[in-house]
């Protein structure tokens, strides 16, 4: 069985603005962009890393996808930080979880 991963941030949450409303990937780049070290990379499609490493990028969502993530902006925060914790280098994960708090 899987270990759960780092406790997402406060700090994440707090910058909640739609909480409830569809996404769109207006969304995700506000809050992919709100992370530490966080470059947007566009090419035909954006996509967005952390010390290079890609944690999201645009696709077109399957009907999976959907579901997991409810249509929510909170869903999209939830989702895209525990991403970029487990993308972005230890020490950075650490720092901004300690930061964070």
Do not use: C, H
Request: charge should be positive; charged fraction near 35%; aromatic fraction near 6%.
């Amino acid at each position: 069985m899987a270990q759960p991963g780092p406790q997402l941030p406060p700090a994440v949450g707090e910058r909640r603005v739609r909480v409830g409303l569809i996404a769109g990937w207006d969304d995700v780049r506000r809050i992919a962009l709100a992370l530490p070290e966080t470059t947007e990379v566009a090419r035909d499609r954006p996509s967005w890393r952390v010390r290079d490493k890609p944690f999201v990028w645009e696709r077109a969502l399957r009907p999976a996808d959907l579901k997991a993530l409810g249509f929510s902006v909170e869903g999209l925060e939830e989702l895209i930080g525990e991403v970029w914790l487990d993308r972005a280098p230890k020490r950075l994960a650490n720092k901004y979880v300690e930061e964070s708090r």
